[in-house]
């Protein structure tokens, strides 16, 4: 997309949108690796003078460090033998929009930019928007939609920091999924951020309680590929604002308690014709299948499962979730309507026909979910592939078949991922480097740390 088409004269569209709002301070950042927003405030003088166009700079420690901001070394992309050079955060001016609950605020999602000005390659959102170019030029328009299930736990991130993330208190106790009366006493969180999300352009279809104690899901209404990870990174935002404004945490980590449920990120998908917006997965001739176009897509889905695997699953505690049959996808499958396997089938006569990927988890980073979603289903498409047999019951019967078990852990999914000619072709070199040197960081740490299984396992027995 390009702001100058959309917008026809952006400059004025600034200066008319601080007008009317008294806008003071506008928030701008992008996502990093792990998907975290990253940025500053900018004032709006210097938003409208020259930023809303020319971007501000940043430094591009954005990727090289990782979620705690502890510099990774060895990084190909930047680090001590590269100065840590500035990027440039561009803004979309699509995204520009007021922040509830804060005014005089506006916030805008901005895409990132080498200093000559070409696209920087480690950029998710840039690594999605280059897919979703490819899927245009091929007659595509890729329609999404994100389903994600969090966790909300009594105290402040500090307060529970003080304790070491220790003894956590759920907002409400013991497990009632889509227990109406339940969902009342939560709704003055809930409701809120359903209602925060609107203001924003960002509607919450459904919500209700989960699986676990204290754990919701709420699901956005679709959109468009860019539109959908934008609203997704909005929403992970948006909840652990409130969530802190009412003295609690939210947590989007793939699995917390081993007791407990895990949270999942599920993507529904679809594509419409790029030219009459027709629904490309419709078969109103047999509602009971995909058509030969979904059936495409789906097959590529299932083919690309492993080579995506390390970015659907993208920490070490994101294996836990997927071990043991826990409503999540752990196999290169797929079903109609069945929610044990990893791409669920969903077909219909109309545009409600759509597939879902099961494996992601809430913590991992939506562009990259997305992209590499896009990019199997058009390597399907691009290859005419076709799906293997579809399965009827139980797929986690069959995660003992090493031909269709999903990498089990983080260090397998990463040697998958780099050697992975599909992400090579779709995702480029320096982006599955990158990305790789930075899991592999994530892997050192992990084994570096002691847990508590282990100091209560052997301290005394040992």
């Known amino acids: 997309m390009n702001n100058e088409v959309l917008i026809e004269d952006p400059k004025r569209y600034v200066e008319e949108f601080v007008a009317e709002h ?26 409208v003078e020259s930023a809303y166009k020319a971007g501000t700079n940043i430094c591009n420690i954005l990727f ?74 091929l007659g595509y328009t890729p329609v999404c939609a994100y389903e994600f299930e969090f966790y909300l736990f009594e105290g402040t991130p500090r307060e529970l920091a003080r304790r070491n993330w220790r003894d956590l208190e759920p907002i409400t106790n013991g497990n009632h999924t889509y227990s109406v009366y339940r969902d009342s006493g939560t709704e003055h969180v809930i409701g809120l951020i359903r209602d ?108 690309g499962s492993r080579d995506f695997t390390a970015l659907y699953l993208p920490t070490v505690n994101s294996y836990k979730r997927v071990e043991g049959g826990q409503w999540a996808g752990s196999s290169a499958t797929w079903g109609v309507d069945n929610r044990t396997v990893a791409i669920r089938s969903i077909p219909s006569a109309g545009a409600a026909a759509r597939v879902e990927n099961r494996i992601a988890g809430a913590d991992a980073n939506p562009y990259l979910v997305l992209a590499a979603n896009i990019a199997s289903g058009l390597s399907g498409l691009e290859k005419s592939l076709t799906p293997p047999e579809a399965v009827t019951g139980n797929a986690y019967e069959q995660d003992g078949d090493a031909a269709v078990r999903l990498p089990h852990t983080l260090e397998a999914a990463i040697a998958v991922f780099a050697d992975s000619d599909l992400a090579k072709e779709y995702f480029g070199e320096e982006f599955v480097r990158h990305y790789t040197e930075t899991r592999q960081w994530e892997v050192q740490q992990f084994h570096k740390a002691v847990t508590d299984w282990e100091t209560s396992r052997y301290l005394e027995h040992i």
């Open 64 to 137: 090289g460090w990782d979620i705690e901001d502890a510099s990774i070394p060895n990084l190909t992309f930047t680090g001590w033998h590269t100065g840590y050079p500035d990027v440039n955060l561009r803004p979309d001016l699509t995204t520009l929009r007021l922040v509830p609950g804060e005014p005089g605020v506006a916030s805008v999602i901005c895409d990132l930019y080498n200093p000559d000005g070409t696209p920087l390659e480690q950029s998710p959102r840039g690594v999605l928007r280059r897919i979703v170019d490819r899927a245009a030029a």
């Open 22 to 47: 008294g806008i003071k301070v506008i928030k701008i950042g992008a996502p990093d690796i792990d998907g975290l927003w990253r940025g500053k405030r900018l004032s709006a003088k210097y938003f």
């Open 196 to 303: 925060q999300l609107a203001e924003q352009g960002v509607f919450i279809e459904a919500s209700n309680s989960e699986h676990g104690a204290g754990q919701f899901e709420v699901n956005i209404h679709y959109g468009d590929a860019i539109q959908a990870a934008d609203s997704a990174l909005l929403l992970k935002h948006t909840v652990k604002e409130i969530a802190a404004a009412h003295g609690l945490t939210a947590s989007f980590m793939a699995k917390i308690n081993p007791g407990q449920a895990g949270s999942s990120g599920h993507v529904h998908q679809s594509l419409i014709s790029a030219e009459d917006e027709d629904a490309l997965f419709a078969n109103p001739t047999t509602p009971g299948e995909l058509s030969s176009i979904g059936n495409a897509y789906l097959a590529g889905l299932v083919a």
